[in-house]
């Protein structure tokens, strides 16, 4: 299996607490990726990584920051939980821009 | 507005018959598409791609179709088995040096026994 590994599995947290999920890759690939998956919409970007301390936004970005100090770990935090933000949250690592994007298990927040 | 669409939300199909997945797509400058698989609770699994350049690519039981024209590519899975029950979904890289894909809204699939 590639070593991608996501933490939480699974979470349950109020609104408007802060929550942190984690992405701990051991294949020193470069790119990092967040996605959202939900009902109707796919897998939608959230924020992506390009290197070390080397981040941007995605199309749902909003509410949502990034964090990448060191290669294998990649953070997704939520500022504020809002109900809006229940849903199962993946992270994808990537070598190079070839597309070869290998997931990690993700995680389920739901949020109260 | 979504640039990779997936129009049908689920498909049933039997077993040993072709199962036709279908995506649609905006902007012709994608040049790359791929197809993933996802089974519950786990994350989604590279099935497949296909070049721009090509209009057909196959891997066993799996055939991507691409037709430039009409923005439009299918997922051919033949013959079907129940283990290929599952959410698939087509993709498009974003903009260039980063990555990013592009995701439909994906399409479940079952296959009955």
């Known amino acids: 299996d590639a070593g991608i590994t996501q933490s939480p599995r699974h979470k349950v947290t109020e609104t408007g607490t802060p929550v942190t999920l984690r992405c701990h890759q051991t294949?020193?690939?470069?790119?990092m990726y967040w996605y959202r998956q939900d009902p109707g919409h796919g897998l939608r970007l959230i924020h992506y990584?390009?290197?070390?301390?080397?981040?941007d936004k995605g199309e749902v970005s909003d509410g949502y920051s990034v964090s990448r100090s060191k290669t294998e770990d990649f953070l997704l935090t939520l500022e504020s939980a809002t109900s809006s933000q229940t849903s199962v949250y993946f992270c994808?690592?990537?070598?190079?821009?070839?597309?070869?994007?290998?997931f990690g298990s993700g995680t389920r927040l739901t949020v109260v | 507005d979504q640039q990779v669409k997936q129009n049908s939300p689920s498909l049933s199909v039997q077993e040993g018959r072709i199962s036709i997945l279908n995506c649609d797509y905006t902007?012709?400058?994608?040049?790359?598409f791929l197809w993933y698989k996802k089974y519950p609770a786990e994350g989604p699994t590279f099935l497949i791609s296909?070049?721009?350049?090509?209009d057909k690519n196959e891997d066993g039981r799996f055939t991507v179709f691409l037709n430039k024209s009409a923005k439009h590519l299918s997922l051919h899975i033949v013959p079907s088995q129940p283990g290929d029950s599952a959410v698939y979904f087509c993709?498009?890289?974003?903009?260039?040096?980063?990555?990013?894909?592009?995701f439909g809204q994906g399409t479940t699939l079952q296959v009955k026994p």
């Open positions: 994808a690592i990537s070598a190079d821009r070839n597309y070869g994007y290998t």
């Open positions: 294949e020193n690939h470069r790119y």
């Open positions: 990584s390009y290197g070390v301390k080397d981040t």
């Open positions: 902007n012709s400058m994608f040049d790359y």
């Open positions: 296909i070049s721009s350049i090509k």
């Open positions: 993709a498009a890289p974003g903009s260039s040096n980063t990555g990013k894909l592009i």
